[in-house]
């Protein structure tokens, strides 16, 4: 298989009734920020909260993190709770090397173990 033709960055969007929930699989980085701050920046405008679930990242360059940053301040603009969620260790090295624990859910979501 072609390592070439799987997307570096897959993205499922979960509607619940009180929260919609974006999986991200794959890296968040200068190629595939605008997909991702597309995906999230649409959902906003819905005025659900969102949780970016970021269990199966398993890379973000400063770039990504830029748009985290970018869609969170958006978000928060307007009116809207979004959190991420789920980092995995590398993820979570990342996130608080720039600072940005309050960006992220502390409490275990519903079901977590």
Known sequence: MDVNTIPELQL???KLPQVTIVRCTGKVM????PLFST?????ISEGKPIRVDLSEVDLVDSTGIGAFVSVWASAKKCGCDLK??????RVQ???EITRLQD????????GGA
């Open 93 to 95: 090295d990342v996130v």
């Open 103 to 110: 960006l992220f859910e502390h409490e275990e979501v519903a």
């Open 30 to 33: 200068i190629e595939t920020w």
């Open 12 to 14: 499922k969007t979960e």
């Open 84 to 89: 991420f969620m789920k980092p995995n260790k």
């Open 39 to 43: 995906t999230v920046r649409d959902l």
